[in-house]
């Protein structure tokens, strides 16, 4: 069965402090992997994207890094802020033998900064 | 100024009334998608479209309607036959299947 899985549920931390949020998947065939991130009430905003070839990539404070033997994936922020107040949302995508692209959410990881 | 567009941003509505929830781009996008989200759950696809003229149901199809007679436009009615209406409605568009996709600021729908 397809499924993206989210670790921690929630997590509250300092501002300053980094923190680290996990993805373990099981789609398959696999495409890529996404993060996104949601502001409570608003659309998500994608941050970065991975293919099955790259294992590390950066968006200013945010790295992801993929390790596709293991189907995990972490996405890794540096010096948090008060405006990362938000869900990171886990998205995997797999073309399918029908050739639609099929997209696995992941639950997301609710991230809370605290001054 | 590129993007994705919902409207409304709330949306009530009377049990046994359907609903249409706008959707726009003007990212010249071929796909567009609708998607609900509740509470402690992974988004769910509800339709999506790969050009106009076409759509395919997705996993929660039940209850839902869409329409693509342009390319920028993606409604999606909410009929009275959806059992548990009350929810966050996502919109998003992607250049094709598999890629990016650009998600609107999303309809908040509540059934009363």
């Known amino acids: 069965k397809n499924q993206v899985e989210q670790s921690p549920q929630s997590l509250i931390i300092l501002e300053g402090k980094n923190c680290t949020l996990q993805c373990n998947y099981t789609v398959s065939p696999f495409s890529n992997l996404r993060w996104y991130k949601q502001d409570t009430g608003r659309g998500p905003v994608s941050l970065t994207i991975m293919t099955f070839s790259e294992n590390t990539k950066s968006n200013g404070r945010y790295t992801a890094t993929l390790d596709a033997d293991t189907k995990q994936s972490s996405l890794h922020i540096t010096a948090s802020q008060l405006s990362d107040s938000a869900s990171y949302i886990c998205v995997v995508s797999g073309r399918q033998t029908s050739g639609t692209y099929k997209y696995i959410f992941g639950t997301g990881t609710r991230l809370k900064v605290l001054a | 100024d590129g993007g994705i567009t919902q409207s409304p941003k709330y949306l009530f509505r009377k049990e046994g009334q359907n609903v249409t929830l706008s959707c726009e781009q003007n990212?010249?996008?071929?796909?567009m998608y609708w998607y609900r989200q509740d509470p402690g759950q992974g988004l769910r696809l509800i339709y999506y479209s790969q050009i106009v003229n076409d759509f395919q149901k997705g996993d929660i199809a039940e209850g839902y309607s869409v329409s693509r007679e342009k390319k920028e436009s993606f409604p999606l009615t909410v009929t009275s036959a959806q059992k548990n209406p009350t929810a966050f409605y996502l919109c998003?568009?992607?250049w094709g299947l598999g890629n990016e996709q650009f998600f609107g600021p999303g309809t908040r729908l509540t059934v009363l």
């Open positions: 998003a568009s992607s």
């Open positions: 990212l010249n996008h071929d796909a």
